[in-house]
């Protein structure tokens, strides 16, 4: 089977590169200057028909994996910011990682470094800044996602932020192959809403946890730690699926 | 200070999340759903770069053959691709059908996915309840 790609272009998201296992994202030194402002999704089928429908079936499972894979990330985040009862303090382990982080924001500085002035902890903050103006950036421009077969255009559809779509059908293009190229919208668009659901997931964590701490503005501060436990979770359970 | 710069962040991000909300509820009302065609000799012409449905229709390169608005205090307007004897060209119509399908539900996943976003931010400024 000839491999497809689905690769999204017109937007970088930090310490995202293979978020759900769904988009291939060029890595940001990749980016060129004059690269398209508005994200895009160019979909690059097999070029057989029912390798193509099992290249978009791959990704619609690894989407559905992934989606599976937050809810977890949340249902854990809530057993920490609960008192931990239950939880696997694994040494290494995203939930011993925010734990540690947790008390590191709770000690005096008398006997503990400030952490935030912490090398580690600085750039944490920094990629999350960062991550943050990626997905608001993200979401508030048009998409466009474009489906290719055998190097040629099977559709392009454009879709505004308030959900006006605009298609262009491939010339020839046949109703089998129209449809491959409305699963490929339909993939790219459930995978950006899941990117949305990650950060109310990282927000309402962190909320959660700032109710533990005493430290002023936790809520805000806690955020990074929340986001970081989140990717941890997606990634350990992308590795080591049985943990689920 | 990070935590500054980080709350300049999160504000930033749960205000513009607050004018997409905004701007949903102002456009929300109503939804579009064009489908084009190009000719084959045009085709080549959309392989490569970015496409300007605007000025790409304006030019002569593509062709609306079927349209959908849908004004959701109940009006629709709807045109349907006919070919030259009239008949209706059912393949673009289908499609047609099936893309203003998935752009509603699109729409209304879009709603409540940015809603709850812009609620989650705006509980990491403490400006709501935590629950």
Excluded at chain 1, 71 to 81: H, I
């Amino acid at each position: 089977m000839d491999e497809g790609r689905f690769a999204l272009t017109g937007a970088t998201l930090t310490g995202m590169d293979d978020l759900f296992g769904v988009w291939d994202v060029p890595p940001a030194a990749a980016v060129q200057f004059g690269a398209p402002a508005e994200p895009a999704w160019r979909v690059e089928l097999p070029d057989s028909r029912a390798e193509a429908r099992a290249f978009l079936e791959q990704k619609r499972r690894a989407l559905k994996r992934g989606e599976a894979h937050l809810a977890e990330a949340e249902r854990r985040l809530s057993r920490v910011a609960a008192g931990g009862e239950g939880v696997s303090f694994a040494v290494g382990g995203p939930e011993a990682e925010l734990q540690r982080a947790l008390l590191a924001m709770e000690e005096p500085a008398a006997y503990a470094p400030d952490w935030r002035a912490d090398a580690d902890r600085g750039k944490l903050f920094q990629r999350w800044r960062a991550f943050l103006d990626e997905v608001r950036a993200f979401v508030s421009r048009y998409a466009q996602v474009e489906t290719e077969m055998a190097g040629t255009l099977i559709g392009r559809t454009t879709v505004g932020w308030t959900g006006d779509f605009e298609v262009l059908l491939g010339p020839g293009a046949t109703a089998e192959e129209l449809a491959l190229h409305r699963e490929s919208v339909r993939l790219a668009l459930q995978s950006r809403i899941a990117l949305i659901r990650l950060l109310t997931v990282v927000g309402t964590g962190a909320a959660k946890l700032a109710l533990r701490l005493t430290v002023p503005g936790a809520q805000l501060l806690v955020l990074p730690a929340a986001w970081k436990f989140v990717r941890d979770v997606l990634h350990e359970l992308r590795e080591w699926p049985g943990r689920q | 200070m990070a935590e500054v710069t980080l709350e300049e962040a999160v504000r930033k991000f749960a205000n513009d999340l607050a004018t997409k909300v905004d701007t949903f509820i102002s456009d929300v009302s109503e939804l579009e759903v064009s489908t084009y065609t190009t000719p084959a000799d045009q085709a080549e012409t959309f392989i490569k770069g970015e496409t300007d449905f605007s000025q790409i229709e304006t030019e002569g390169k593509l062709a609306l053959r079927a349209y959908t608005r849908i004004s959701f205090d109940g009006d629709a307007t709807v045109w349907v691709p006919t070919e030259a004897g009239g008949a209706i060209n059912t393949s673009v119509w289908e499609l047609h059908q099936a893309v203003v399908q998935q752009s509603l539900e699109n729409r209304t996943k879009m709603i409540q996915a940015v809603g709850e976003a812009a609620q989650s931010a705006l509980r990491a400024l403490g400006l709501t309840g935590s629950t």
